[in-house]
């Protein structure tokens, strides 16, 4: 699992470091790498819809932040756990889609 990802020179004001929350991860893969609406995404995370949103605008800012500014982007903490995906099958984590 990748848990940072650290640009390859040292901006002139320094390094930084954001931080993005597991459950940020969790968002930004739901929509924006798999393309699924909100609602959808949200029932995946077992949160309300505007939780999602909340989360994904946040996730979104770390991860722009860190791109733009040139700083570490450290995956880490979070309360994320994906619920049960039916009867007899395994318990799913974030980390299964990756």
Request: charge should be positive.
């Amino acid at each position: 699992m990748v848990d940072a990802f650290v640009p390859n020179k040292i901006p002139p004001w320094g390094r930084g470091e954001s931080i993005l929350s597991f459950e940020g991860l969790e968002a930004i893969k739901l929509s924006d790498h798999q393309g699924l609406d909100q609602i959808t995404a949200a029932n995946m995370m077992n949160v309300s819809r505007q939780t999602f949103g909340r989360i994904l605008a946040e996730a979104r800012a770390v991860v722009a932040d860190a791109l733009v500014m040139g700083k570490i982007l450290r995956i880490q903490g979070g309360h994320f756990e994906m619920p049960p995906w039916g009867r007899g099958r395994r318990r799913r984590g974030w980390h299964d889609g990756f």
